[in-house]
T-cell receptor, first 111, second 109 residues
Framework: GQQVMQIPQYQHVQEGEDFTTYCNSS?????IQWYKQRPGGHPVFLIQ?????EVKKQKRLTFQFGEAKKNSSLHITATQTTDVGTYFC???????????FGKGTTLSVSS | NAGVTQTPKFQVLKTGQSMTLQCAQD?????MYWYRQDPGMGLRLIYY???????DKGEVPNGYNVSRLNKREFSLRLESAAPSQTSVYFC????????FGSGTRLTVV
């Protein structure tokens, strides 16, 4: 069946280090979305990428959508303690209108 | 301007009991969703409703029923709760990207 995989599952960094999480889909996606969930909170929408090879930036966060539209990455430059949380990628399910989510990458940051 | 509101926030049930999780959105979105989140499993789709009057099964629908009461409200019912349904349940609505509610933390003992 359709799968969306994320690596790594966990990442610990020192404050100021960079961080990257990777997302791979078993199928070609029409778009990919990224969400952030703070500990004890709910997922919050960050961004949607639609075009092959698209790169978008939000301050220290850089999002990329692969040329084949099967993979994506989120890179955080100079992490801060406010970046702590779990980052999920998600793409449209083959059947229906809902999203299928990766299992997420949990980022911890020590100061 | 509350977004997506879920009730209750916490619930403990005994095995075999029933309950309904409520979800309402005030953003006039057509599509609404129910996901469950378990440690290490990410978010798994239970049911969704693409528009008022329609509902469809997701990845893990067994043991659940849903009602799209009107455009605003989408409820999730557990008819006979089981310990395997212990989870955090999130409702979401969609326009561009999902807006999630704050979740219901359910424990079945």
């Amino acid at each position: 069946g359709q799968q969306v995989m994320q690596i790594p599952q966990y990442q610990h960094v020192q404050e100021g280090e960079d961080f990257t999480t990777y997302c791979n889909s078993s199928t070609t996606l029409s778009n990919i979305q990224w969400y952030k969930q703070r500990p004890g909170g709910h997922p919050v929408f960050l961004i949607q990428l639609v075009k092959s090879g698209e790169v978008k930036k939000q301050k220290r966060l850089t999002f990329q959508f692969g040329e084949a539209k099967k993979n994506s990455s989120l890179h955080i430059t100079a992490t801060q303690t406010t970046d702590v949380g779990t980052y999920f990628c998600a793409g449209p399910r083959q059947a229906g209108t809902a999203l299928i989510f990766g299992k997420g990458t949990t980022l911890s940051v020590s100061s | 301007n509350a977004g997506v509101t879920q009730t209750p926030k916490f619930q403990v049930l005994k095995t075999g009991q029933s309950m309904t999780l409520q979800c309402a959105q005030d953003m006039n979105h057509n599509s609404m969703y129910w996901y469950r989140q378990d440690p290490g499993m990410g978010l798994r789709l239970i049911y969704y409703s693409a528009s008022e009057g329609t509902t469809d099964k997701g990845e893990v629908p067994n043991g659940y029923n849903v009602s799209r009461l009107n455009k605003r409200e989408f409820s999730l019912r557990l008819e006979s709760a089981a310990p395997s349904q212990t989870s955090v349940y999130f409702c979401a609505s969609e326009l561009l990207g999902y807006t999630f509610g704050s979740g219901t933390r359910l424990t079945v003992v």
